[in-house]
C-alpha cells in the first residue's frame, strides 16, 4: 500500500464512488470549495454518471467509471469519497484502503458487526499518512455544533440525560429502491440513527453499555412490493442508552412526521442547566437554572446560529460543507482524521444492539457484542 502524507499539488483531486443522492451532495460540496476538483466518478448506474457529468458541467474534464477498480487504478485521485449503497461499503472499502487514497465514508460504516470490525482493523493496519474519515456531518450542523462547545464549556455541568428527536418524512427513493430492506441498511436504527448515537457519544464523552428499544414499521412502505416482497424496514422507534458514567440517552424518531416545525430537536440536561438545538431553525437555546425555580424560565437565552463560512447549503443545512473543509485540512496538513472510523463502528454498533433489542424484547448489554472486544469507545 502506498504512504500518504500531503498531496504534492494544490488542488485535492476527488473521485466520487457513488453517484446517487448523496453521491451527488458531495460532488456540490466539492465543487464549492477552493483548490479541489472532483477527478473521476463510478457508478454503476449509467442515470446516476449521466446526473454527475451535468452537475460537474460539460466543459469540465470528468472520468466516468462503472466500477470501483477502474476509478482506483486510473492514478486520478488523491481522495476518494465512498458514498455507494451501505450493503457495497465493505467490497468498495477493502480496496479503497489498500490503494492508499484519503477517503470519506458516507455513514453507516458498513452493514454488519463483523464487517464494521474488519474495516476498523484494516485502518489501524494501514502506514501513516492516509487520511480515513468517517462521514458523520451531523456533528458540523451549525446549532449542534455550538450545542457541542456549551456542553463541553460546562454550561450544563455533568451531563445526565441527552435526548434526540427525529420527526421527519419517510425515506426517499433510492435506485431501486435498495433502502427499503434491513439487509440492505444495516436497519433503520443503523442506516438513519447511527448520527444520534454519535452525537450521544460526543456528548456524554463516555461508553454505551446497554441499549434498550421499542419501535415497529406502523405506516411507511407497507403498500410496496418487490418482486413480492413486503419493505421491513421500521419506521419509528424509542431507543434509550445508558452510559458508563450514569448518563443515559434518548432517541425518539418517527418517519412520518413530516408535520413538525424542526425535524429535529437535541436536548442536553445537567446539574446545572439545559441546552437544546433546533436545526431546521437554526436555534440554539441556554438554559441555565436559578435558585429560585420557578424564575427559571427567565434565564433561558435564544439565539439563531449562522455560519458565514458554509458556501453550499445543500442537504444538511450546510454540515457536509464544513465536514468536508475539515477533511481536505487534515490531508493538506497531514493530519490523522478527526472523525474515525472507530467512531463510525461505536455509532452502528449502539444501532446493531438497537435492532437486536427489538427483536428479542430485552435490553442489550453491549458487551455481548464481540466485534467491540478489545476495542476502546469514541466517547
Known amino acids: 500500500m502506498p ?20 453521491g451527488i451532495e458531495h460532488i456540490e460540496n466539492i465543487r ?3 483548490g479541489c476538483e472532483v477527478a473521476a466518478v463510478a457508478d454503476p448506474h449509467q442515470p446516476s454518471l449521466d446526473r454527475a457529468r451535468a452537475v460537474v458541467g460539460g466543459d469540465v474534464p470528468l472520468a466516468t467509471f462503472t466500477t470501483v477498480e477502474e476509478l482506483l487504478d486510473a492514478g486520478l485521485c488523491d481522495a476518494v469519497v465512498v458514498a455507494s449503497p451501505n450493503f457495497t461499503h465493505h467490497e468498495v472499502l477493502v480496496p479503497a484502503i489498500e490503494s492508499g487514497m484519503h477517503l470519506l465514508i458516507e455513514k453507516p460504516l458498513c452493514t454488519t458487526m463483523e464487517d ?19 462521514g458523520l456531518e451531523y456533528r458540523y450542523m451549525p446549532p449542534v455544533r455550538r450545542l457541542l462547545e456549551e456542553v463541553r464549556a ?9 435526548a434526540v428527536r427525529e420527526h421527519r418524512f419517510p425515506f426517499l427513493e433510492k435506485v431501486g429502491d435498495w433502502n427499503r430492506f434491513n439487509r440492505n441498511t444495516g436497519g433503520t ?11 450521544m457519544l460526543q456528548i456524554t464523552q463516555s461508553r454505551p453499555v446497554r441499549v434498550f428499544a421499542s419501535g415497529n414499521q406502523d405506516v411507511n412502505h407497507l403498500d410496496e412490493r418487490y418482486d413480492g416482497e413486503t419493505p421491513d424496514i421500521l419506521d419509528n422507534a424509542f431507543v434509550v442508552v445508558d452510559f458508563a458514567d450514569g448518563s443515559r440517552g434518548l432517541l425518539d424518531l418517527c418517519m412520518f412526521a413530516e408535520a413538525s416545525k424542526n425535524e429535529r430537536e437535541i436536548s442536553v440536561v445537567g ?8 436545526d431546521t431553525e437554526s436555534v440554539l437555546r441556554v438554559g441555565r437554572r436559578t435558585p ?23 442537504l444538511h443545512h450546510g454540515a457536509s460543507y464544513l465536514e468536508h473543509v475539515d477533511f481536505a ?35 442489550v448489554q453491549m458487551s455481548d457484542l464481540a466485534e467491540l472486544d478489545g476495542l476502546e469507545s469514541s466517547g
Open 3 to 22: 504512504e500518504r502524507t500531503q498531496v504534492e499539488t494544490d488542488v485535492i483531486r476527488y473521485g466520487v464512488i457513488g453517484t446517487g443522492m448523496m
Open 32 to 34: 464549492a470549495m477552493d
Open 116 to 134: 464494521c470490525r474488519d474495516i476498523v482493523d484494516r485502518v489501524a493496519a494501514r502506514p501513516p499518512g492516509q487520511v480515513v474519515w468517517m
Open 154 to 162: 460546562g454550561v450544563v455541568g455533568d451531563v445526565k440525560m441527552v
Open 189 to 199: 436504527l443503523v442506516e438513519k440513527t447511527c448520527h444520534f448515537f454519535d452525537l
Open 271 to 278: 446539574p446545572l442547566g439545559k441546552v437544546e438545538a433546533l
Open 292 to 314: 429560585d425555580i420557578f424564575s427559571g424560565v427567565h434565564a433561558v437565552v435564544e439565539e439563531t446560529i449562522y455560519d458565514g463560512d458554509i458556501k453550499h447549503v445543500g
Open 329 to 363: 485540512a487534515a490531508i493538506r496538513a497531514g493530519e490523522p482524521a478527526a472523525v474515525t472510523v472507530l467512531d463510525g463502528l461505536w455509532a452502528a454498533a449502539i444501532g446493531f444492539a438497537a435492532h437486536r433489542s427489538l427483536d428479542t424484547g430485552d435490553p
